[in-house]
């Protein structure tokens, strides 16, 4: 079993720059295709950004292309989701997620592919 742990969120200005950390237990994810998911208040439940198992190859959702960055350090078994250019609307919950298999889901926009959930950390940007 696979638990994910999300740091690093809070209170910015827009503008700002924020790196969100997620610390899997239970086992080594390095292997494992990771990615990140956001849901604001009131909201569908939406996809940020995904990353192979090695890095070479991420995908973004559209409203943070250019702005975040999806990363991860395998022998330290973390991966980082840094934000930058920050904007009100980036306001939410964002949660970690990982899938077993070392590729990107096909499917990957989708939350039900994802096989392991993070509790999700607190991303507030004030105007």
């Known amino acids: 079993q696979v638990q994910l742990v999300e740091s690093g969120g809070g209170l910015v200005q827009a503008g700002d720059s924020l790196r969100l950390s997620c610390a899997p237990s239970?086992?080594?994810?390095?292997?494992?295709?990771m990615g990140w998911f956001r849901q604001a208040p009131g909201k569908e439940r939406e996809f940020v950004a995904a990353m192979r198992w090695s890095g070479s190859r991420t995908v973004y959702g559209d409203s943070v292309r250019g702005r975040f960055t999806i990363s991860r350090d395998n022998a330290k078994n973390t991966v980082y989701l840094q934000m930058n250019s920050l904007k009100p609307e980036d306001t939410a919950v964002y949660y970690c997620?990982?899938?077993?298999?070392?590729?990107?889901?096909?499917?990957?926009?989708?939350?039900?592919?994802?096989?392991?959930w993070g509790q999700g950390t607190q991303v507030t940007v004030s105007s």
């Open positions: 997620v990982a899938d077993r298999d070392a590729a990107i889901p096909i499917n990957y926009g989708l939350r039900f592919i994802w096989d392991y």
């Open positions: 239970g086992r080594t994810v390095s292997t494992y295709a």
